[in-house]
Each structure stands twice: as structure tokens, then as C-alpha cells.
């Protein structure tokens, strides 16, 4: 196994894992016409956001994980936030998302940032689980949405 950051040729890769992510989280099929277009963005500009891959030892990708950071200004420097973690179905399980956390880790910490974050949907029990075996602990802030009328 091995994960490596991800590259503008990766794109239809990232998009299908991606969007099958939000499928799996959101529940049902749903369309994500903005998709391709929000990754090549942040592959051409890792200021938006960081993409990583996941391989298989035949080099085919199974899963993908990117972060972004948020600047705060308490701390004078950057939180890192999880937004997307795939995992192909049959490779779940086996400790893959562990590798993939440990390349973002070792980027934040490259990069002096303060601490990894992420959600997860209540109901994703068992993400959750998977998080909480990662080390990850609940956060004692909810986050709470504005929604924009259109």
C-alpha cells in the first residue's frame, strides 16, 4: 500500500470517489454537477485544498482523503480539517484509513499546523467508530449552518 499526493491526472479518479463519498454520507443519489470542477480547482491550488490517494500494491487507486485549513486567529495558525475520506467498499476495514491520515498528519506537521478536525454525520455510526479507533475524540463545538436562500 502506499498513498502519494494526488495529481491533476487523477482528477476522474478523485471525482468518482468523491462523489460517491457524498452519495454514501447524504444517503440516496443525488447530483454534484460542481464536483470536477471544485477538485481541479484545488489540484491546480493546494491553497483551497490537498488531495491524497491511496494505492493498492498494483498501483490501482482505492481510496482518497483531503484536507484544508482554516486560519485562527487565537492560535496564530492553521487548524486542518478532514473534508473528504474514501475508501473503495471491499478494502474497508484493513487499516487503509490509517495511511491515509498519517500522509495528512505528516503534511500538517510539516507545516507547523495546530490540530486535524473533521465531521461526520451523527447517523455514520459506523465512520464514527472509525474515527474514534483513529484517535479521533467528539469536540465539545457543534457546528451549526446559515443556509443561503437562493
Known sequence: M?????????????????TEEAREAEGGFKVFEH??????KALE???LA???????????????????TEWSDWNAGF????QSIYIVPAQRGKGHLALLLNAVQREM???????????????????????????FARSPYQIMVLKHEH
Not at 498513498?3 to 468518482?16: G, H, I, M, N, S
Not at 487548524?79 to 478532514?82: D, E, G, R, V
Open 79 to 82: 487548524y486542518w480539517w478532514i
Open 50 to 68: 490537498m488531495y491524497w490517494l491511496l494505492l493498492d500494491d498494483s498501483g490501482e487507486a482505492i481510496g482518497s482523503i483531503s484536507a484544508l
Open 109 to 135: 506537521h510539516n507545516q507547523g499546523g495546530l490540530e486535524l478536525r473533521l465531521y461526520v454525520h451523527e447517523d455514520n455510526r459506523r465512520a464514527i467508530k472509525a474515527y474514534q479507533k483513529a484517535a
Open 45 to 47: 491550488d493546494d491553497s
Open 2 to 18: 502506499d498513498v502519494r499526493t494526488a495529481l491533476l491526472e487523477d482528477l476522474p479518479q478523485l471525482v468518482e470517489f468523491v
Open 35 to 40: 464536483v470536477e470542477e471544485g477538485i481541479r
